[in-house]
């Protein structure tokens, strides 16, 4: 077996250099050290980032906090809080590190996300993306033509575009693009859409524009809808 090289410490990538410490010293056998940083030729690992591996123990741990109104898999909770199952990963890593920079605002989620590090925004990311996403059913019968008009061919009056065109016919989006929509609480997507017209959610010019041309009852409308496309 080859020692590891003694420099093993400065080159590991942060969340494994105390790990890799421990290995120098020798108080993990040397087996594990060298399952653990194989795969990290010395010169590769000098210059690059490690390449983000998803441990679904470790993320779901990091997600326990979030139960409390995300419930414990990211399905439907109270209406005001997003489900998060089944959306794409980058979305919500994107979601995760604008709360923390305070690109995004809202007190709740940037006391949530204070302590967390790049890569555990990663690992929740990645812990609700492999729940998949449940159907859920619209409930107001007198809008939802209004809202699949909306939501399917957009408004050429207002010049709001098809928002299918972009998170897909289905509303399942499309991975580290655009979000799925498909089945979210009709309340959220309504807030959503009403802080991206009002400028209190600043973090997509795409949407914030989108959103400045639609009236709230087509904000009501295609919320509702999308929380019944499938
Ligand atoms: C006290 C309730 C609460 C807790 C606990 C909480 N969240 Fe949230 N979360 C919210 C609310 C409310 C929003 C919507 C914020 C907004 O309106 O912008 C949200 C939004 C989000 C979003 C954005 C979703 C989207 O579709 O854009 C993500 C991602 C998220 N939370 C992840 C987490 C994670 C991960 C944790 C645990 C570390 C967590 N949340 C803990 C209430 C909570
Ligand atoms: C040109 C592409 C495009 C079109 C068209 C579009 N969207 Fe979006 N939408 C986006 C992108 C990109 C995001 C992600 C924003 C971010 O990164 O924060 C988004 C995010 C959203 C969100 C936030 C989702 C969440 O979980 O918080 C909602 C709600 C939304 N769009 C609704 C709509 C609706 C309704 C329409 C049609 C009226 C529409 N979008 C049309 C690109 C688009």
């Known amino acids: 077996m080859k020692p590891l090289p003694s420099r093993a410490g400065s080159f590991a990538p942060s969340y494994l250099s105390s790990f890799a410490r ?7 056998a040397a087996v594990a050290c060298v399952a653990a940083l194989s795969g990290m030729p010395a010169h590769a690992a000098e210059a690059a980032k490690p390449a983000f591996k ?20 990211g399905s439907r909770g109270a209406p005001a809080n997003p489900i998060l199952q089944g959306q794409h990963a980058d979305y919500l890593f994107k979601q995760l590190s604008e709360f923390k920079a305070g ?20 690992q929740v990311a990645a812990f609700y993306a492999s729940k998949s996403a449940k159907p859920g059913f619209a409930k107001d019968k007198t809008l939802v033509a209004l809202g699949e ?12 575009p098809a928002c299918a065109g972009c998170h897909s016919p289905t509303g399942g989006g499309i991975p580290s693009q655009y979000p799925r929509l498909a089945g979210q ?31 709230e009852r087509e904000i009501k409308a295609v919320s509702d809808y999308i929380s019944g496309l499938r």
């Open 22 to 28: 421990t290995c120098a010293h020798g108080t993990v």
């Open 54 to 73: 998803p441990d679904m123990a470790r993320a779901q741990k990091l997600a326990e906090p979030c139960a409390a109104c995300h419930t414990a898999d």
């Open 103 to 122: 690109k995004r605002k809202n007190p709740i989620m940037q006391g949530m996300v204070a302590a967390l590090s790049e890569e555990d925004m990663k």
């Open 149 to 160: 008009r909306l939501y399917r061919g957009g408004s050429l009056a207002a010049k709001v």
């Open 185 to 215: 609480h009709a309340d959220y997507t309504e807030a959503q859409l009403t802080a991206f017209r009002g400028g209190a959610r600043a973090n997509s010019p795409q949407m914030s524009a989108i959103a400045a041309k639609m009236s």
